[in-house]
């Protein structure tokens, strides 16, 4: 397969929505229960770090930031949304995706990346692992689908090698 990584833009949202909703619909990938419209996604995440893997007018997955608070001593940490549309998992693509975003992240000064995983997702689990992300801890029971069903949640970091 032969794609490319790029940023991500407006006009790619169609697709990006699409593959969120199917990683929603896995009822393990995240706890929302729709894609949010453009505008709203637009506003939750950092500007400068969203990527989408590109295989000419085709999206296979995408990833981005978000920030973790909006107080100025976490303007470095931020949280870490991937998903990689069904036909393309397992390709390696996760992993250029990831590799690229920790890449860009610390190009614009980003020192903590994180990200909680529900516990039943192990691709995504091993995904972070294999980026150089380390288990940190898990939290119990975290969030109920509208499907009655609880989930713990894996927390997982990674800090960059420009942090002393």
Avoid at 74 to 99: F, H, M, N, P, R
Wanted: hydrophobic share 35%; with cysteine.
């Amino acid at each position: 397969m032969d794609y490319k990584v790029e940023v991500m833009k407006a006009s790619d949202w169609t697709q990006v929505a699409k593959i969120y909703t199917e990683g929603i619909n896995t009822k393990i990938a995240t706890f929302q229960s729709e894609a949010p419209s453009w505008e709203e996604w637009n506003k939750g995440h950092c500007e400068s770090c969203r990527l989408v893997a590109r295989d000419g007018d085709i999206i296979l997955g995408w990833a981005a930031l978000s920030p973790v608070s909006s107080r100025c001593v976490y303007a470095g940490v931020a949280e870490v949304s991937i998903y990689i549309g069904k036909q393309y998992q397992g390709q390696k693509v996760g992993t250029t995706l990831l590799d690229k975003l920790i890449e860009l992240s610390e190009e614009n000064g980003y020192w903590t990346l994180q990200s909680g995983i529900i516990k039943e997702n192990t691709s995504s689990l091993n995904l972070h692992k294999k980026c150089g992300f380390r288990e940190i801890g898990y939290r119990e029971r975290l969030g109920k689908m509208n499907n009655g069903k609880w989930h713990d949640v894996v927390l997982v970091e990674r800090r960059s090698k420009l942090v002393g």
